[in-house]
T-cell receptor
Framework: DADVTQTPRNRITKTGKRIMLECSQTKGHDRMYWYRQDPGLGLRLIYYSFDVKDINKGEISDGYSVSRQAQAKFSLSLESAIPNQTALYFC???????????FGPGTRLTVT | RKEVEQDPGPFNVPEGATVAFNCTYSNSASQSFFWYRQDCRKEPKLLMSVYSSGNEDGRFTAQLNRASQYISLLIRDSKLSDSATYLC?????????????FGTGTQLKVEL
């Protein structure tokens, strides 16, 4: 089984809808991250969490919120989806002292 | 100047060729460096970490030049299966919060 899983894998939604992307991990890592990837722009950090009580904004957090329900679960919400949030979303985990990050398979989100 | 810059390519090389990618970074105090591999529409996967003066793993060699602020990835005896996008990733100085900065990637196509 995969160490980092994401659900759903694909989602099409309409402008203005609320949507939640979920991430679960079995690696036992404390640190979890949400990224989005757009063609030509690379991976950009949305939010990150170093433990259950710690939530931090990344470089593009506007329009997104997160919840760290447990060490193993980190959810990303789009409160009111807009078309420019169409992207590939990745969850990742890491653990000190290594900075290496391990990614989930991604969620392809389309907002029409 | 972007924090991490890469030539987007594509690099089209014949099977068996040697190919090298460079990546420059802007923060001279950056501590750790990585190369990730990303196949089309898949998650990034760690290829190599690059510490101090570089390291080698089979056909892959990564070099770090702190004075010039660049890292390189050399692939010898290219295989068709090496076709992918290679992401240069930089870890900020201590206090940067374990947030990685990703380059936009260099695309490699290995051809028969």
């Amino acid at each position: 089984d995969a160490d980092v899983t994401q659900t759903p894998r694909n989602r099409i939604t309409k402008t203005g809808k609320r949507i939640m992307l979920e991430c679960s991990q079995t690696k036992g890592h404390d640190r979890m991250y949400w990224y989005r990837q757009d063609p030509g722009l690379g991976l950009r950090l949305i939010y990150y969490s170093f433990d259950v009580k710690d939530i931090n904004k990344g470089e593009i957090s506007d329009g997104y919120s997160v919840s760290r329900q447990a060490q193993a679960k980190f959810s990303l919400s789009l409160e009111s989806a807009i078309p420019n949030q169409t992207a590939l979303y990745f969850c990742a985990t890491s653990d000190a002292p290594s900075y290496e990050q391990y990614f989930g398979p991604g969620t392809r989100l389309t907002v029409t | 100047r972007k924090e991490v810059e890469q030539d987007p390519g594509p690099f089209n090389v014949p099977e068996g060729a040697t190919v090298a990618f460079n990546c420059t970074y802007s923060n001279s105090a950056s501590q750790s460096f990585f190369w990730y591999r990303q196949d089309c529409r898949k998650e990034p996967k760690l290829l190599m970490s690059v510490y101090s003066s570089g390291n080698e793993d089979g056909r892959f060699t990564a070099q770090l030049n702190r004075a010039s602020q660049y890292i390189s990835l050399l692939i010898r005896d290219s295989k068709l299966s090496d076709s992918a996008t290679y992401l240069c990733v930089v870890n900020p100085p201590p206090g940067g919060g374990n947030k990685l900065t990703f380059g936009t990637g260099t695309q490699l196509k290995v051809e028969l």
